[in-house]
Structure formats: C-alpha cells, structure tokens
C-alpha cells in the first residue's frame, strides 16, 4: 500500500459531496431488514459517472436502463432495492424506469441521471408501490453522516452476513482526495440471487471517459479476481461518480494524477473483494490464491481462478486436509499451457507455511503443522510457476455445508 | 433406441475372447476392498485398441505410457488399481512401467500390449510390492464368466456406491456382436481423486484408427456431457479393445457398418455416462439437462453444460426449490450467444412437468407441483432455444452436504 494512503470512516458519505440513506421499504418481509438505498451528489451536482457491467448473456432490466443513462458519462444519484432482482420479467424495463422516474422526481432531478440495480430472485415481479410510498422518507434521510453511510450499506445486503464499505484518503495534486464504496454480493463475483453490486464514489475532478478506463483496468485485478461459486450474476454492476469537489486539477489523461487515482481505487477495490470472498455464502475461511512468476499476467489470473474456483480445493480447505494434488489439478485445465514440473506448491497461514509441492512433485511433509496452517481463517496458497514474471492474485472461499443449506432453498 | 439392439449380462466379459478378474492386492487397507483389476484378451490374441484421455495439463503417469503403448493401435490386457493414482510423483513413469512389465511377464505378452490405469490420491507414492506379489493370483483368477465381470468393475471403484457395468448385443453385417465396459467415477467427468475410467471390449473387427474414430466421436455427446463437479481429473481414460470375434467383415472405412457400432457404442457409453453421473459423489437426484433448437450441435452442447455445471441448479435441485432463474442465468454465462427472449424452461419427471419459463420471462406456476416434480429422483431440465435444430443432453447431479463431507476429508 502506498504510504499516502489511509483508511478512513464513511463508506460511500466520505467522500465530499455525497449523500445517502437505506431504509426498509417493503419489498422485505423482515421489518428490521433496510430494502432500499439512495446516493444522492449534493445539490444535484453532476458529478462524471463509468460503470462496468455483468457479462451474462441474460441480465437484468436494471442493467439495461443503467447502461442507457450512463451513455453521457454523467449521473447524480443511484437508487438500488434488495429482495427482487427484477430480472427475466416481462415488465422488468417499465419497473426500472419507473424506479428513475420516481426517484428522479423526488430529488428534483432528470431520470437519465439515476443508476438503478436490483437484487434477489430472479424472475419475480417487482412490486413498485412499495418503492414508490418510501421514496419520500428516503429523501428525507438522505444525510452524509457515518450512520446514513452504514445504512446505505446494510439496505442492498442479500445472503451477506456482514456489510461492507470501506473509505480512503490519499493526496492528489497536493490535496486530499477521497474514494469510498459500498458493496454486496455472497453467493459471488458469479452469483445469481446474491449479485455483486458495488457503489463507489470520489471527490476526485476526473473526466469520465479517463473514469471509465480506470475502473475497468481496476477491475481485472480485483473484483473479477473473486470466486465465491462461479456462477456469474445478470445483475452484477460497478458503478462509480466523482463530484470533483477536492478541489485537484481535473484528471483528464493517462498522467501520473491518473496513476495515482488508479492505485487509490484498486486498493479499496482490492479490500472489498477480499471481503466479498471472505463473506461468501457458507464461507467458513478466505482463500487467497497467488500465482507468482507466470508467463503473462493474463496466464496468471486464468491459473489463480482455476484454483479458487474448484470445488475440490475449496472442499479440501473447508475440512483443512492437505491434499496438495488438487491444487496441480485445478491448475492443469485452467486453459493455460504451462511445464508440470517446474510448479512449487506452498500453503501458508498465521500458523506458518508449508510446502507441497516441489517442481511438480509431491514431497513430504508434516501433517499435523499441515492441519494447523489450513485450520486458521485465512489461507494463502502459493503456486510458483518458475516460468515468467507475471502474477496475479484471486480471492475466494471454501464450499461448506452452509452453502449448500443456503442455496438448496433460497426462496423461502 | 435401436430395435436390434439389446442389453445383455456379463460387462467386459460378454464379448467374445475376453477374461477379466479382479481382487484385493492391499493398496487399500480393507481387505474387502478390490484393488486390482485385469482385463485379458484369451491366448494373448492381439486386438485392435483406441482410447482417449484427460485434457489436464498436469497428467497422471499411467496416461503418459498407455499412450505410449497404443500408438501401434493394438493392445492385448489392461491392468488398473484403486487407492493411488500415480500421478505427480518423481518416479510415476517407472512404476507405470512396472506395472506393465509385471502384467506382461505373467501373461506372457509384450509390455508394449497393456493398458495401464490408476485412480486414487494424487501426489502419494504407489507401491509396486503389492502388484507385483498379487498378480500371479490375479492371473489366475482370469474368467469369462460373469462373477470375474463383477469383480472386475468392483475393483477399480473408488469412492462410487455402485458398480457400474453393461453389455450389449446388435447385429453387424448378420452377425450377434457385442460391446461390453466397466467404468468407474464419482466425483465426475472432470474429478480429481474419484477419476472417470472406463474400459470398453467388443468383439467387433474394426482397424484401429476406425476404432479411435468412433470412439472420440461417441465421448463428445456421452462421457464428455457428463460434469459432477467440474474437475477435470488428470487421470481420465476410455480405452477400448476389439477382438474381432464376432466374425463381421472387418470395418475399415466409415460406412454403413461403422454407423451401426457407432450407434451401439452410443447406447453403451450413454448408459454409463448417466450411471455415472446418478453416483456422482454425494448425489442423491440424477439431473438431465437437454437443450433443444439451438443454432448448432457445440452451442446445445454448450448451453446444457453450463446449466449441469451451475452449483447454484445443483443446490435448488438438492433443495427441491423451482427456481428457474438460475436455469436461465447459468445459459447466459456458457459463452454462447442467443436470444433471452426466446427461451422456455420446463422442469419434468415422473411426477410430471411444469413450465417455469416462456420467452425467456417467468410465468407463473403452481409451487406444490413443482416442489413434487422435482422431489423425485431423476429431474429433467427441458431448454428450447427456437433458433436452430441441433440438440444436446448433459447429465450431472445435486450437490448435497455429503459432497462436502465426502471431499472435505478425502484422504483419511
């Protein structure tokens, strides 16, 4: 991390601004559980808006408004439900313009500046009354203090057991500048009930093409980098704005302000993926997969995925047996050409490291440190390929019990 | 099916010319657990052999020299243990080799004849002692009855519930000619420790690269549409042998003759490949996903292994909860391009079918019907693309607690 970088409270408010409020609506049966959230730019400021989207074939009415709204680069506020993800409905566009439409109304601002998402099941209608007689007291909420940070993020919360915003500051053309987010996603990057959304915002003066480039170059490393079941949502979406209230002269190349902007957002982006993984539905541990001297960088994040995606090591890591072969495995039908023999295999935790594997072979170790390493929360695996001098890291999460508890009766 | 065609007792047995046994050798520690498997063919005569193997980079040993020894396209014995799969160890190639050497000084053949397979724990070493002390016995033990078939398919078994064996009867060029297999695989297609292995006799006079022909043309829509857990396992082998007894006019070209053994080896291969998939580790429901009009053959076949692979259809199938959104979620991430709105989805078994999804929307459906039709233990997923003519069928199966407990302790 780079030394002028540090954490800080907020979430999506810390930035200037920004408001926001999450508060329940209805869509929910559950009276304590927050349904609905709003990031409002202060004043209907407009702020240079980029998103990345889902690449499933089949995605959600959201995505399809959002996208069209996004075509200017410009937006002002976001306004995202949890229960129905408002998806493979025959009215699912008319509900998500009607989402903008209201919500546009009540901030007194044009409906081609809102970003809309929606997430839960899939193929439910999406009742818009609900929305519709909250979008009032939602306004009214709307606030920059840490509390509305907090309930903005608990209200697009699905399966997460945990909420997740984050904030940092860092200097940029000799001022403070801010970027914070909220997130949610549980059954992962892949998910299907439990998409992947994530809402950031910055203070950053950054034009929104140089924005967009920016977060799709973050995004390769980071929340594409997470595996929770490799199924891949419809409705998963990244959205960022920037108020470019901190006052930096506005980035508008591929300058050394723009590396630094980009080294800000892929380490808040690269703190939410790690949380994401370690929230994974069922998840009992995090696992984070480094491959290290690979031939290319785009060889390096296939074999890290391969890993974190087999479901023979994550039920491995789940019962903390060693069973190093799976690892070779998972790597050899990655799609990468690669020399068996030349791959070290290391497990390593807070209770140590351990090596597997030795130039493709197995080799001999102690079983008993080996269950200790693979027993702590939070396991490293460590693929040398010996070959180049690219690496890449993944994120993901054992396959427990719970996961299968919790996706063998979503619905009810 | 073909009228002619008929299944018959007795596995790799059945065909004309073949002895096969199989016992316990103490690779496995419970001395009811066969471990060792032959197949023979009587008097040494030569047959013409095929196989195709794992596309795993990383590849067991066994894979490397079978490979090695079917290059002149014959064969005369297979020989496999259970328990270790020789694979990722520094001295794989030598025991491989042993193995062979072994089994040909007791029969009396070429090592150069036999096919050599290993399933079991990666990475631990295989010891030769108990091979080589129990093949004298096993030698012995060569019958053509159906008791040595039995013991033959139990041998090579590792964490499967049942054994898995068929044989066949069709008429070729006037003649009865069979095709018999023995097939073991739990943790599937693509497993690691619970390797897909299959071993097919017939005694059909075929030339070897017409064998190997249809034998890779029969895996693409049968062992290949077959996914438990989507690890491709680094040892996976279908190899076949053809004694030629059943008196035919030798096949040499693809004519009407080879249509028919194709089409019969069809029927065999998909037999097994559900079998396989219906004892997929921990499964408790067999799963057939058929994709109907799509644009073309490796679209269908695709599209029905994207949805078989989904863990998220793999829990709603062990949880009996008709969510069809995930139906239509894991078609969009199979990398195939198609119209959503297109798409119908019925979900059907003995219970009855019930439609889930009409042009690409949801519809409604009665909930009662749907929890009893998918309560039963054999679930079709019907997709219609209405864009094409070409279809596919992929079998797979639930992911239920006992996979994870199977897998997250495999080794002890």
Chains 1, 2 share one sequence.
């Not at 909420?141 to 945990?162: H, P």
């Not at 996603?185 to 910055?202: D, K, R």
């Not at 960022?240 to 957002?265: H, P, Q, R, W």
């Not at 010996?386 to 508890?405: I, P």
Request: charged share 25%; proline share 2%.
């Amino acid at each position: 991390m780079e030394s002028n970088i540090k954490f800080i409270d907020g979430g999506v408010v810390a930035p200037q601004g920004f408001l926001a409020a999450g508060i329940h609506c209805g869509l929910r049966k559950n009276k304590d559980k927050k349904d609905l959230a709003m990031i409002f730019s202060k004043n209907g400021r407009e702020c240079a808006a980029a998103a990345v989207y889902t690449t499933n074939k089949v995605f959600g009415a959201p995505i399809t408004v959002t996208r069209d709204h996004l075509k200017n680069g410009k937006a002002k506020a976001v306004v995202c439900n949890s229960g129905i993800a408002n998806t493979c409905n025959p009215d699912g566009i008319e509900k998500a313009d009607a989402m903008c439409k209201l919500t546009a109304d009540v901030l007194g601002i044009d409906e081609n500046d809102v970003i809309v998402a929606s997430t839960g099941v899939i193929g439910a209608v999406l009742p818009i009354e609900p929305i519709k007689n909250a979008l009032p007291a939602l306004k009214d909420a709307l606030s920059d203090t840490k509390q509305a940070g907090e309930d903005t993020a608990v209200a697009i919360m699905t399966t997460d057991t945990r909420k997740k915003e984050y904030a940092i500051e860092f200097e940029l053309d000799g001022k403070p500048a801010r970027i914070g987010l909220i997130a949610k996603g549980s059954g992962m990057i892949e998910p299907n009930m439990a998409t992947m959304l994530c809402f950031v915002t910055t203070d950053v003066d950054i034009c929104s093409d140089i924005l967009q480039l920016a977060l799709y170059e973050v995004i390769q490393d980071t929340f594409n980098m997470v595996s929770v079941d490799g199924d891949t949502s419809t409705n998963d979406m990244v959205s960022i704005m920037a108020s470019g209230l901190c006052g930096n002269k506005k980035v508008t190349e591929k300058d050394g302000d723009y590396t630094k902007f980009k080294n800000a957002l892929y380490i808040i982006c690269e703190k939410v993926s790690r949380a994401i993984a370690f929230d994974g539905e069922g998840a009992t541990k995090l696992l984070e997969c480094r491959v290290l001297n690979a031939n290319s960088r785009q060889d390096a994040r296939k074999l890290a995925r391969s890993v974190i995606k087999s479901s023979l090591v994550k039920t491995m890591m789940f019962g903390a047996d060693a069973n190093g072969g799976r690892i070779l495995c998972s790597l050899g039908y990655s799609g990468v050409d690669f020399d068996p023999k030349k791959i070290d295999v290391i497990f390593k935790s807070s209770a140590g490291e351990i090596q597997l594997y030795k130039n493709g072979d197995s080799i001999e170790f102690d079983e008993v440190k080996a269950k200790e390493i693979l027993s702590q929360e939070i396991i490293e695996i460590i693929i040398d390929m010996k070959t180049g001098k690219e690496f890449a890291t993944a994120w993901g999460c054992d396959l427990s019990y719970e996961y299968v508890r919790i996706n063998g009766d979503y619905r009810s």
